[in-house]
């Protein structure tokens, strides 16, 4: 017969909320020797062959538990049904021999920083053109611009012409 470890994610395990551009610690719990783990990333839940692997022979961790720093980069494909699988890095037994993925679906959701202008002073006057700058994280699509005269504790208008702004601009 044989023995084998146990590894049992914790972090995301379901209802968490990640955003692209940021990192987020992946938490996993483990039983029994082990050489490492290789971590995988779904976005899409209900095509369970659909994992792409994001970190390759990390270390098992100690004193029973794991983690790894997972910076989502901007080309993470962005998801509402997203899970992680761990699996145990083995050259014996094989990697699919030791595994868990999240129980249930967690959020991977984009994310954008205005660059310019990024100011609290006052800087527009009516009959001005100016540009504003933002970076996005993740597959932004489009967004909407808006502005606030009351430091942002008023209601905020729109700008017309700058809904749906190509998120690349």
């Known amino acids: ?20 551009g940021s990192p987020n610690s992946i938490n996993w719990s483990y039983s029994g020797p082990m050489p490492g783990v290789h971590i995988f990333y779904n976005a899409n839940n209900t095509t369970p062959t659909d994992w792409q692997q994001i970190a390759t022979n990390i270390s098992i961790g100690s004193a029973d538990n794991g983690s790894w720093l997972w910076n989502i980069s901007s080309s ?35 994310d954008l920083r205005v660059d ?42 729109n700008i017309p012409e700058c809904t749906n702004v190509n998120a690349s601009l």
Do not use: C, H, M
């Open 1 to 20: 017969f044989t023995v084998r470890g146990n590894i049992s994610v914790k972090v995301p395990n379901g209802g968490e909320t990640w955003k692209a």
């Open 76 to 110: 993470t494909e962005l998801a509402t049904d997203a899970r992680i699988k761990i699996e145990q890095n083995d050259t014996y037994w094989g990697p699919t021999y030791t595994k868990d993925s999240s129980d249930e679906n967690f959020t991977v959701k984009g």
């Open 116 to 157: 310019a202008p990024n100011t609290t002073a006052a800087w527009a006057y009516v009959g001005n053109t100016y540009r504003i700058n933002w970076t996005t994280f993740g597959t932004i699509q489009s967004v909407n611009l808006s502005y606030t005269n009351l430091s942002g504790t008023g209601s905020w208008v």
